[in-house]
Structures are given as C-alpha cells and as structure tokens.
Nanobody, 114 residues
Framework: QVQFVESGGGLVQPGGSLRLSCGTS????????MGWYRQVPGKQRELVAV???????HYADSVKGRFTISRDNAKNTVYLQMNSLKPEDTAVYYC????????WGQGIQVTVSS
C-alpha cells in the first residue's frame, strides 16, 4: 500500500511562510504527477497545486502567485512553499498523486492566525 508522509505544518501569522514536505514510495513518485490538497472541516478536499513532472505546474486560483510546488526525484519528495499566508489557507494539507489514490496520509495542519 502506498504511503504518504506529510510534514512541515504549524501555526504562522498572516503574511508568513511555511514549507511543507511529503515523502512517498519511489515506485509511485517516479511515474506520477504529484499534488497537494487541503481540507477544512465540513468542506470537500480541494486540489491546491500539481507538479506534472519536468517543471510543469498548475495552481488553484486562490493560491496562484503565493504557493510553489516542487519535487526532488532523488528523495521521492514533493514540497509546497507557501508564502503570504492568509487565514483562509488554514486547513489540513495532504499530498497524493494527481488523480489521487484511495490511500491518504494523515495530513499536516496549517493554521494561519494572529
């Protein structure tokens, strides 16, 4: 079973930055577009950013210009650099393949609050 392990979240003030990391198995990572998703209580999980491989990316309008997704193929790790954070970015963040697998990690809490 594929596992995703997210890290790097926490509490940050509005305008601050965080970098999330997600590791997974090499067999999946090397062949898959990878995405970051987020979910707040009572709402559906939403796609935040996708890295298709080779540097091609896609972002939700709500994070465009503030978030950057990247991947390190040697480490089987995908990152999400989040700058200019807003309170509405508060959520549990998950990584998964684009067109997600049924197996999700525990996610990582990001709280943006003063």
């Amino acid at each position: 079973q594929v596992q995703f392990v997210e890290s790097g979240g926490g509490l940050v003030q509005p305008g601050g930055s965080l970098r999330l990391s997600c590791g997974t198995s090499g067999s999946i990572f090397s062949i898959s577009a990878m995405g970051w998703y987020r979910q707040v209580p009572g709402k559906q999980r939403e796609l935040v950013a996708v890295e298709f491989g080779g540097g091609s990316t896609h972002y939700a309008d709500s994070v465009k210009g503030r978030f950057t997704i990247s991947r390190d193929n040697a480490k089987n790790t995908v990152y999400l650099q989040m700058n200019s954070l807003k309170p509405e970015d508060t959520a549990v963040y998950y990584c998964n393949t684009f067109g997600p697998l049924d197996s999700w990690g525990q996610g990582i809490q990001v709280t943006v609050s003063s």
